[in-house]
């Protein structure tokens, strides 16, 4: 079955600097990848997604980018703020099933 | 729109006892996943309900049951409990077509096993 692995479990940084997160998954099949901020005590929320037919998708400090060749896709963050810190899960699955396959996450902390 | 809710938000149960958790998606979505939440394991998933039917199925034992009513409110059952279940449950909706793939979750249930 479909194993997500991610890196790094953790992830410190300063305020303004950028931060990348890395997922590998290993079903070729899939082509939905999904990225969720989850902080302390709460659940888990959509911060942005992509689908295997596009290379790269943004929004505002926000990116994604999905190398189907070598089955990794990335998170970028620019800018890092104090309120980004939290815990970010990838996820992968196919599209039309509702399995979400979740990296172990990270921990981003971002110091001011 | 309001969003997935959950409950209970926590219970607290012994070894051995069942519990009930309840999950109400959000209006119009028809497929609800479970996903189990511990610091060890991560997000795992449980199951998917679509239409009252279940559709995907994670690595769980069968003491980890759940259901789907017509209104799309879905349930998850655990049985016979035992300490490791303790854990947060989280449930998530989504349209559940092909290109709905999009999961909103709910904010979860806190399950203690004592």
């Known amino acids: 079955g479909e194993n997500v692995e991610q890196h790094p479990s953790t992830l410190s940084v300063q305020e303004g600097d950028s931060a990348v997160i890395k997922c590998t998954y290993s079903d070729s099949a899939s082509n939905y990848f999904p990225w969720y901020k989850q902080e302390l005590g709460k659940r888990p929320q959509l911060i942005i997604d992509i689908r295997s037919n596009v290379g790269e998708k943004k929004d505002q400090r926000i990116a994604v980018t999905l190398n189907k060749t070598a089955k990794h896709f990335s998170l970028h963050i620019t800018e890092t703020q104090p309120e980004d810190s939290a815990v970010y899960f990838c996820a992968a699955t196919l599209s039309g099933f509702q399995k979400l396959v979740f990296g172990t996450g990270t921990r981003l902390l971002v110091s001011p | 729109k309001a969003g997935v809710t959950q409950t209970p938000r926590y219970l607290i149960k012994t070894r051995g006892q069942q519990v009930t958790l309840s999950c109400s998606p959000i209006s119009g979505h028809r497929s609800v996943s479970w996903y189990q939440q511990t610091p060890g394991q991560g997000l795992q998933f449980l199951f998917e309900y679509f239409s009252e039917t279940q559709r995907n199925k994670g690595n769980f034992p069968g003491r980890f049951s759940g259901r789907q009513f017509s209104n799309s409110r879905s349930e998850m059952n655990v049985s016979t409990l035992e300490l490791g279940d303790s854990a947060l449950y989280l449930c998530?909706?989504?349209?559940?077509?092909?290109?709905?793939?999009?999961?909103?979750f709910g904010p979860g249930t806190r399950l203690t096993v004592l």
């Open positions: 998530a909706s989504s349209g559940g077509g092909y290109n709905y793939n999009e999961q909103f």
